[in-house]
């Protein structure tokens, strides 16, 4: 009925279905599926946010500041704003 259009608003058992059949059928090594994949909608900054994950140098200062105490996150921050007013402010960049 959902092939056909008769019925677009399925239930949570119809989507725990197919979740389960797309999850049994996915390539070995991939992510599994879940209901909330089916149902999420993509938010854009989902999108920025593993772009700019991709770089190693990105990565590993986000594992360092996650291991920072909450003071020290704050204090990186400021930095880095202290940073952004710099290169914002540079003629030559």
Do not use: C, W, Y
């Given at each position: 009925m959902l092939r056909n259009g008769s019925h677009t608003n399925p239930t949570l058992s119809v989507l725990e279905g197919l979740a389960k059949f797309f999850d049994n059928n996915r390539t070995p090594g991939s992510s599994p599926i879940t209901v909330q994949q089916l149902v999420a909608l993509e938010d854009p900054e989902d999108e920025l946010l593993r772009q700019r994950l991709a770089s190693h140098q990105v990565r590993m200062i986000a594992m360092r500041a996650g291991a920072m105490t909450p003071a020290m996150r704050e204090q990186l921050l400021k930095m880095i704003e202290v940073l952004d007013q710099?290169?914002?402010?540079?003629?030559?960049?």
């Amino acid at each position: 009925m959902l092939r056909n259009g008769s019925h677009t608003n399925p239930t949570l058992s119809v989507l725990e279905g197919l979740a389960k059949f797309f999850d049994n059928n996915r390539t070995p090594g991939s992510s599994p599926i879940t209901v909330q994949q089916l149902v999420a909608l993509e938010d854009p900054e989902d999108e920025l946010l593993r772009q700019r994950l991709a770089s190693h140098q990105v990565r590993m200062i986000a594992m360092r500041a996650g291991a920072m105490t909450p003071a020290m996150r704050e204090q990186l921050l400021k930095m880095i704003e202290v940073l952004d007013q710099d290169r914002t402010t540079d003629p030559s960049s």
